[in-house]
């Protein structure tokens, strides 16, 4: 017996998904597949770009290097991040709140701001290296491979911090007494019992970690000095306009895609494998140390918090300082945000409009999407929950090549306009709100729909008067992270703007690629300023007193 095809809000919906992640995110990497493929000069396929790549060391090379350096940042901010959410979750330190406002702003302010201190900290006339000139004594040179992994350990670090902090939080204390009751304690307590039950949140997290580090642009194009890696390197082969050289940056795209997908699906198995469900009664109780060992612990917490603060505090300092030219001098003075308003004002504007124009369009599509995905579940919606990991895997640069091959010619002409920067965030920062969605729906009970049904209400203002109440809190939430991360976005916008589209992130990178300090400064306070207020926003709207995850 055929059923008749009923068309209702919800098939729309699902209409409207499959078309958003169809039209801006596959058919672009298909476009970006196919370019890869496609010889420079003919057209016709070829795998010449490919063996241009393995066969030339200068750019393999860049491949080991995006290895080299991704692999040590995520072991790096593994230790840090463990040890901090262990110290912090079990024992009592002084001012924890500030401590994690510090942390969670060290993590959403974009890592470029960070390789742009070091420069002025630790460059070549960098305020520590002159300092310590002045004593005979050289500082290590803050470029190239050493340079790339600090700037990126403490900006990322936080996301293991705040995955394993709320995985800790979840183990039940009875689990460590009946350890202890059998003569577990110590070393071998963190090693054989709370090691192992966090191990699936702490894969979690090193994943992010390791996508952030692999496809991160702007560290390495500010402070990598000769040291290439594979998202700069296809940057500059995308936009060098000598040789046609947009296919072979499609093929080390195509690359790259394919490096972060096997990643993806190999962390995927993993945790499937050692996943489970933990369920803490009696959540673990803090402690305390006492004598050296609380000084100690109180030293390396507040140190590790002031070295990740530490590019915040020198752009804001900066940003006052008065200029001549590209250098510093005494004084100090307002004219670097004088110098922004008269010539750079668009570029903040663009960044707010921009940002929210693509949070309004988050906020419909993950409350609805998480719907579909939880509560009408079908092959379609199966599809749909499949794309919506997609934007995790691709680097910020790919996507932006991705759109850019893909809506470069009539009739979808899309290059150069304010629309495809905002698809840009929208793909990328979608997944945000649809986690945060998709768990608050897990959380409410499907009777609460059912009884406003049963009450004559249709399933569509059901939907609106009463889930969509009840998940809006967490989807703002949600939608606020989103929003942080997107006015932030260096890596897609630096590769779709024009002079009328440009943002802030980009105007920061510009403005210290001509040496400009100053006005990068204070574009860069701008940027913290919006952060933490947005961060305010979020504790109140969620109701929640910390940031783990």
Same mark, same amino acid.
């Given at each position: 017996?055929?059923?008749?095809?009923?068309?209702?809000?919800?098939?729309?919906?699902?209409?409207?998904?499959?078309?958003?992640?169809?039209?801006?995110?596959?058919?672009?990497?298909?476009?970006?597949?196919?370019?890869?493929?496609?010889?420079?000069?003919?057209?016709?396929?070829?795998?010449?770009?490919?063996?241009?790549?393995?066969?030339?060391?200068?750019?393999?090379?860049?491949?080991?290097?995006?290895?080299?350096?991704?692999?040590?940042?995520?072991?790096?901010?593994?230790?840090?991040?463990?040890?901090?959410?262990?110290?912090?979750?079990?024992?009592?330190?002084?001012?924890?709140?500030?401590?994690?406002?510090?942390?969670?702003?060290?993590?959403?302010?974009?890592?470029?701001?960070?390789?742009?201190?070091?420069?002025?900290?630790?460059?070549?006339?960098?305020?520590?290296?002159?300092?310590?000139?002045?004593?005979?004594?050289?500082?290590?040179?803050?470029?190239?491979?050493?340079?790339?992994?600090?700037?990126?350990?403490?900006?990322?670090?936080?996301?293991?911090?705040?995955?394993?902090?709320?995985?800790?939080?979840?183990?039940?204390?009875?689990?460590?007494?009946?350890?202890?009751?059998?003569?577990?304690?110590?070393?071998?307590?963190?090693?054989?019992?709370?090691?192992?039950?966090?191990?699936?949140?702490?894969?979690?997290?090193?994943?992010?970690?390791?996508?952030?580090?692999?496809?991160?642009?702007?560290?390495?194009?500010?402070?990598?000095?000769?040291?290439?890696?594979?998202?700069?390197?296809?940057?500059?082969?995308?936009?060098?306009?000598?040789?046609?050289?947009?296919?072979?940056?499609?093929?080390?795209?195509?690359?790259?895609?394919?490096?972060?997908?096997?990643?993806?699906?190999?962390?995927?198995?993993?945790?499937?494998?050692?996943?489970?469900?933990?369920?803490?009664?009696?959540?673990?109780?803090?402690?305390?140390?006492?004598?050296?060992?609380?000084?100690?612990?109180?030293?390396?917490?507040?140190?590790?918090?002031?070295?990740?603060?530490?590019?915040?505090?020198?752009?804001?300092?900066?940003?006052?300082?008065?200029?001549?030219?590209?250098?510093?001098?005494?004084?100090?003075?307002?004219?670097?945000?004088?110098?922004?308003?008269?010539?750079?004002?668009?570029?903040?504007?663009?960044?707010?409009?921009?940002?929210?124009?693509?949070?309004?369009?988050?906020?419909?599509?993950?409350?609805?999407?998480?719907?579909?995905?939880?509560?009408?579940?079908?092959?379609?919606?199966?599809?749909?929950?499949?794309?919506?990991?997609?934007?995790?895997?691709?680097?910020?640069?790919?996507?932006?090549?991705?759109?850019?091959?893909?809506?470069?010619?009539?009739?979808?002409?899309?290059?150069? /306009?304010?629309?495809?920067? #905002?698809?840009?965030? %929208? *793909? !990328?920062?979608?997944?945000? =709100?649809?986690?945060?969605? $998709?768990? +608050?729906?897990?959380?409410?009970?499907?009777?609460?729909?059912?009884?406003?049904?049963?009450?004559?209400?249709?399933?569509?203002?059901?939907?609106?008067?009463?889930?969509?109440?009840?998940?809006?809190?967490?989807?703002?939430?949600?939608?606020?992270?989103?929003?942080?991360?997107?006015?932030?976005?260096?890596?897609?916008?630096?590769?779709?703007?024009?002079?009328?589209?440009? /943002?802030?992130?980009?105007? #920061?990178?510009?403005? %210290? *690629? !001509?040496?400009?300090?100053? =006005?990068?400064?204070?574009? $860069?306070? +701008?940027?913290?300023?919006?952060?933490?207020?947005?961060?305010?926003?979020?504790?109140?709207?969620?109701?929640?007193?910390?940031?783990?995850?």
């Amino acid at each position: 017996m055929n059923k008749r095809f009923h068309w209702d809000f919800w098939t729309g919906i699902t209409v409207l998904a499959i078309a958003i992640f169809g039209l801006f995110l596959i058919y672009p990497l298909f476009s970006l597949f196919i370019s890869a493929f496609q010889d420079a000069a003919t057209g016709d396929w070829s795998l010449q770009n490919f063996a241009q790549f393995f066969r030339r060391k200068y750019y393999y090379q860049s491949m080991i290097n995006s290895f080299s350096v991704t692999a040590c940042v995520t072991i790096l901010a593994v230790i840090i991040g463990t040890v901090l959410a262990y110290f912090m979750t079990l024992y009592r330190v002084r001012f924890k709140g500030a401590v994690e406002i510090c942390i969670i702003i060290s993590l959403l302010s974009p890592p470029f701001i960070g390789a742009y201190s070091w420069i002025l900290i630790g460059g070549r006339s960098g305020i520590l290296t002159q300092w310590l000139a002045d004593f005979g004594i050289n500082f290590p040179s803050i470029y190239g491979f050493a340079g790339i992994l600090l700037v990126l350990t403490l900006k990322l670090y936080p996301f293991i911090y705040l995955y394993v902090a709320g995985a800790m939080k979840n183990i039940d204390s009875a689990l460590i007494e009946a350890a202890e009751s059998l003569g577990c304690s110590g070393i071998r307590k963190v090693v054989t019992i709370i090691i192992p039950l966090i191990t699936p949140t702490i894969l979690a997290g090193a994943l992010m970690v390791f996508m952030n580090a692999m496809a991160d642009f702007g560290t390495p194009m500010l402070i990598g000095e000769g040291f290439n890696v594979m998202p700069v390197m296809i940057y500059s082969e995308f936009i060098n306009e000598v040789g046609d050289q947009a296919n072979f940056a499609a093929a080390m795209a195509a690359i790259m895609v394919l490096i972060t997908s096997t990643i993806f699906m190999l962390q995927k198995y993993v945790v499937n494998r050692k996943s489970f469900t933990m369920s803490s009664l009696r959540p673990l109780q803090m402690g305390a140390l006492h004598g050296w060992k609380d000084g100690l612990m109180h030293v390396c917490i507040y140190g590790l918090v002031a070295l990740s603060m530490i590019p915040q505090l020198v752009v804001v300092y900066t940003s006052f300082l008065q200029t001549n030219g590209s250098v510093f001098v005494d004084g100090y003075s307002l004219d670097s945000y004088r110098t922004i308003f008269e010539n750079l004002g668009t570029a903040v504007t663009n960044t707010y409009a921009f940002s929210t124009a693509a949070m309004v369009m988050i906020v419909f599509l993950g409350m609805t999407v998480a719907y579909l995905t939880t509560r009408r579940k079908s092959w379609l919606t199966d599809c749909i929950d499949t794309l919506t990991m997609f934007p995790y895997i691709i680097p910020g640069s790919v996507l932006g090549i991705t759109l850019l091959l893909a809506f470069n010619e009539e009739p979808m002409l899309l290059s150069g /306009t304010a629309l495809i920067i #905002i698809i840009s965030l %929208v *793909i !990328r920062r979608l997944p945000y =709100t649809l986690r945060s969605s $998709s768990a +608050i729906l897990y959380q409410l009970s499907p009777s609460m729909e059912e009884a406003s049904i049963s009450l004559g209400a249709s399933p569509l203002r059901t939907f609106f008067k009463v889930t969509a109440v009840m998940m809006l809190p967490g989807v703002i939430s949600g939608a606020i992270i989103s929003w942080i991360t997107a006015i932030n976005e260096l890596s897609s916008s630096v590769i779709l703007f024009t002079g009328a589209t440009k /943002t802030m992130s980009v105007a #920061i990178y510009t403005e %210290v *690629i !001509r040496a400009s300090y100053g =006005t990068a400064a204070a574009l $860069s306070t +701008i940027l913290t300023v919006t952060t933490i207020t947005a961060m305010v926003i979020f504790f109140k709207v969620s109701g929640r007193r910390d940031v783990t995850l």
